[in-house]
């Protein structure tokens, strides 16, 4: 009772300002108007100070070199454009609550706001790449296509919504008829497989997350940031059900027969589902480039991070070791810092060798950091350096006192960087596009056994989220019967080809990460055989042909 009291006059409210809205022509325009001055009032009080630089240091050192102006520039802008976004976010539904439902007057709003939101993504994702390159005290390697092609993925999923609208208002009825009939069953089986997912993983993990003593956040956030791979995993099992439920159901009820008796092609009745797969595709591809596979490590990364009483850990990695085969040198690194910013590596040992492999120096300390200068260079603190003669120790020289109170030696023909020791510890499984890339490039002289697992991932995140179009090129054509008879046997054959899909996908994997196979080939074969297949039944059914049944009586018939 005391919840419904205070929701009934909030509905009643919500209500009344919606009637208001939709007999107010002009109340987007009053919005809008409103809008500006707030972004004139919010820019005279300086709003945008809150995000600028600060700098604390009163007297300036003789070396002092005056920042540029352009980061400057492009904060000041970036704090103004997301503020406007927020600001016409409120107008467009303003707007769009007034058209609803009229599909027509919704889609010029929708890419107007879109193509904002477009052009402010693109604008921020450009300056943080380029504020992460400058600012990177990791030596990490970016590849500018790698960057190109995120960017772009960003772009289309943006302007998606305005996409969509524009494609539906030009559909045809019979067309919508069938998207309709098949998008019910998708979201059906989404939200289900979404659930189900998520449910099996916080049994398997809860008590994991009991004994870290994990809040309810963290776990929110974590299943939250995991919804990419969850997509990405159960995306294909969804198109698959939702084809098979929408056109058996249609087959059933004759209503393919109908379609196909007005003139209509078997592509063309078909056409909005593979739509769909293509789409569903182009979505998959988006969240596998980087998001899912990075969020398939969160597990291990979030228990790692909380200790029993809750404290934090600020260790990214434990016992490194990072062998150099062209400069003859090894590394063994005690702990890894997750912010190379703030801390620095701990309990290093560096030895090098000569090319007969016997030890010629080595140096260990306390602490190590790198410097990104130009030249970059490493410095080791308190600690020591050893020389070899044959192999054998001559000699122990402590490190001279830098000044501060500690000892200190630079090491400029030290030519790693932090994120070559780092990748080292990389697993592939866990790494998007972008970080494959970095590794290939930071690693190119390792043996090409080492090499095969990230080259495989790396082909493997652009070819595994095809699997959605795949489904539905060789389930559309099993479903589709002309006779009830049939329904059973072509739903049977269409789930056998998914389980064999995902058998065939994960052996010709382990086979190219085994380097038995190039990469390229082993993770695109399978998609190319299985969509082979399915547009070989799509032209059989088109033709009104029998499809071959599979049985032991045809396998082993002369």
Same mark, same amino acid.
């Given at each position: 009772?005391?919840?419904?009291?205070?929701?009934?006059?909030?509905?009643?409210?919500?209500?009344?300002?919606?009637?208001?809205?939709?007999?107010?022509?002009?109340?987007?325009?009053?919005?809008? $108007?409103?809008?500006?001055?707030?972004?004139?009032?919010?820019?005279?009080?300086?709003?945008?100070?809150?995000?600028?630089?600060?700098?604390?240091?009163?007297?300036?050192?003789?070396?002092?070199?005056?920042?540029?102006?352009?980061?400057?520039?492009?904060?000041?802008?970036?704090?103004?454009?997301?503020?406007?976004?927020?600001?016409?976010?409120?107008?467009?539904?303003?707007?769009?609550?007034?058209?609803?439902?009229?599909?027509?007057?919704?889609?010029?709003?929708?890419?107007?706001?879109?193509?904002?939101?477009?052009?402010?993504?693109?604008?921020?994702?450009?300056?943080?790449?380029?504020?992460?390159?400058?600012? =990177?005290?990791?030596?990490?390697?970016?590849?500018?296509?790698? /960057?190109?092609?995120?960017?772009?993925?960003?772009?289309?999923?943006?302007?998606?919504?305005?996409?969509?609208?524009?494609?539906?208002?030009?559909?045809?009825?019979?067309?919508?008829?069938?998207?309709?009939?098949?998008? #019910?069953?998708?979201? @059906?089986?989404?939200?289900?497989?979404?659930?189900?997912?998520?449910?099996?993983?916080?049994?398997?993990?809860?008590?994991?997350?009991?004994?870290?003593?994990?809040?309810?956040?963290?776990?929110?956030?974590?299943?939250?940031?995991?919804?990419?791979?969850?997509?990405?995993?159960?995306?294909?099992?969804?198109? $698959? $059900?939702?084809?098979?439920?929408?056109?058996?159901?249609? =087959?059933?009820?004759?209503?393919?027969?109908?379609?196909?008796?007005?003139?209509?092609?078997m592509l063309q009745v078909l056409r909005p589902i593979? $739509?769909?797969?293509?789409?569903?595709?182009?979505?998959?591809?988006?969240?596998?480039?980087?998001?899912?596979?990075?969020?398939?490590?969160?597990?291990?990364?979030?228990?790692?991070?909380?200790?029993?009483?809750? =404290?934090?850990?600020?260790?990214?990695?434990?016992?490194?070791?990072?062998?150099?085969?062209?400069?003859?040198?090894?590394? @063994?690194?005690?702990?890894?810092?997750?912010?190379?910013?703030?801390?620095?590596?701990?309990?290093?040992?560096?030895?090098?060798?000569?090319?007969?492999?016997?030890?010629?120096?080595?140096?260990?300390?306390?602490?190590?950091?790198?410097?990104?200068?130009?030249?970059?260079?490493?410095?080791?603190?308190?600690?020591?350096?050893?020389?070899?003669?044959?192999?054998?120790?001559?000699?122990? #020289?402590?490190?001279?006192?830098?000044?501060?109170?500690?000892?200190?030696?630079?090491?400029? #023909?030290?030519?790693?960087?932090?994120?070559?020791?780092?990748?080292?510890?990389?697993?592939?499984?866990?790494?998007?596009?972008?970080?494959?890339?970095?590794?290939? /490039?930071?690693?190119?002289?390792?043996?090409?056994?080492?090499?095969?697992?990230?080259?495989?991932?790396?082909?493997?995140?652009?070819?595994?989220?095809?699997?959605?179009?795949v489904v539905v090129l060789f389930a559309a054509p099993?479903?589709?019967?002309?006779?009830?008879?049939?329904?059973?046997?072509?739903?049977? /054959?269409?789930?056998?080809?998914?389980?064999?899909?995902?058998?065939?996908?994960?052996?010709?994997?382990?086979?190219?990460?085994?380097?038995?196979?190039?990469?390229?080939?082993?993770?695109?074969?399978?998609?190319?055989?299985?969509?082979?297949?399915?547009?070989?039944?799509?032209?059989?059914? /088109?033709?009104?042909?029998?499809?071959?049944?599979?049985?032991?009586?045809?396998?082993?018939?002369?």
């Amino acid at each position: 009772m005391p919840i419904r009291r205070f929701f009934n006059p909030l509905l009643t409210w919500l209500h009344k300002v919606l009637l208001w809205l939709r007999a107010t022509p002009n109340a987007w325009a009053f919005a809008l $108007l409103i809008s500006l001055g707030v972004m004139w009032l919010a820019q005279a009080r300086g709003y945008h100070e809150t995000f600028m630089p600060v700098y604390t240091v009163d007297e300036p050192a003789p070396d002092w070199v005056e920042p540029n102006v352009a980061p400057t520039v492009c904060i000041y802008l970036l704090a103004y454009f997301r503020l406007f976004a927020l600001l016409a976010g409120v107008v467009y539904h303003i707007r769009i609550i007034q058209v609803f439902p009229n599909l027509q007057r919704m889609i010029k709003p929708t890419w107007w706001m879109c193509g904002f939101l477009g052009f402010l993504v693109t604008f921020t994702m450009i300056y943080k790449q380029w504020e992460t390159r400058t600012t =990177s005290v990791t030596g990490e390697v970016f590849s500018g296509m790698a /960057s190109t092609a995120h960017l772009l993925m960003m772009v289309g999923l943006v302007l998606t919504p305005p996409i969509l609208m524009t494609y539906y208002s030009r559909c045809k009825i019979m067309e919508r008829y069938v998207l309709r009939s098949f998008l #019910q069953p998708l979201f @059906f089986c989404l939200i289900a497989f979404f659930t189900l997912w998520v449910v099996m993983d916080l049994l398997d993990n809860m008590q994991d997350f009991q004994d870290k003593k994990i809040g309810t956040t963290q776990i929110l956030l974590y299943y939250l940031k995991l919804t990419p791979f969850i997509y990405v995993t159960v995306a294909p099992i969804t198109l $698959l $059900l939702s084809t098979l439920y929408t056109l058996g159901r249609m =087959s059933r009820t004759n209503e393919l027969i109908s379609m196909l008796g007005t003139g209509k092609s078997m592509l063309q009745v078909l056409r909005p589902i593979y $739509l769909v797969g293509v789409f569903s595709a182009f979505l998959s591809m988006a969240a596998n480039y980087y998001w899912a596979p990075a969020a398939a490590g969160d597990v291990e990364q979030l228990l790692a991070t909380e200790g029993d009483a809750g =404290s934090k850990n600020d260790a990214l990695v434990r016992g490194l070791m990072y062998r150099n085969n062209e400069a003859h040198r090894t590394w @063994f690194i005690g702990i890894v810092p997750r912010s190379l910013n703030e801390e620095k590596m701990r309990r290093v040992e560096i030895r090098q060798e000569d090319e007969n492999g016997q030890l010629t120096k080595s140096w260990w300390g306390n602490a190590f950091w790198w410097y990104a200068a130009n030249p970059p260079y490493w410095s080791l603190y308190v600690g020591a350096e050893g020389t070899y003669k044959d192999g054998k120790l001559v000699s122990i #020289q402590p490190f001279n006192y830098d000044g501060t109170g500690y000892n200190r030696i630079d090491l400029p #023909q030290l030519d790693e960087t932090p994120w070559m020791l780092m990748s080292g510890a990389l697993t592939p499984d866990f790494l998007g596009v972008p970080d494959l890339l970095a590794y290939l /490039s930071a690693n190119k002289n390792q043996a090409p056994d080492k090499l095969a697992p990230y080259w495989t991932h790396f082909f493997y995140r652009f070819s595994l989220p095809w699997q959605c179009l795949v489904v539905v090129l060789f389930a559309a054509p099993l479903a589709v019967v002309f006779s009830r008879r049939g329904l059973v046997g072509g739903m049977t /054959s269409a789930v056998l080809f998914f389980f064999v899909m995902l058998f065939f996908d994960n052996l010709f994997l382990n086979l190219g990460k085994g380097r038995h196979l190039p990469a390229i080939f082993a993770v695109w074969l399978p998609h190319i055989l299985l969509s082979s297949v399915g547009i070989l039944l799509f032209v059989m059914r /088109s033709q009104n042909r029998e499809l071959p049944k599979l049985s032991l009586k045809t396998l082993f018939a002369r």
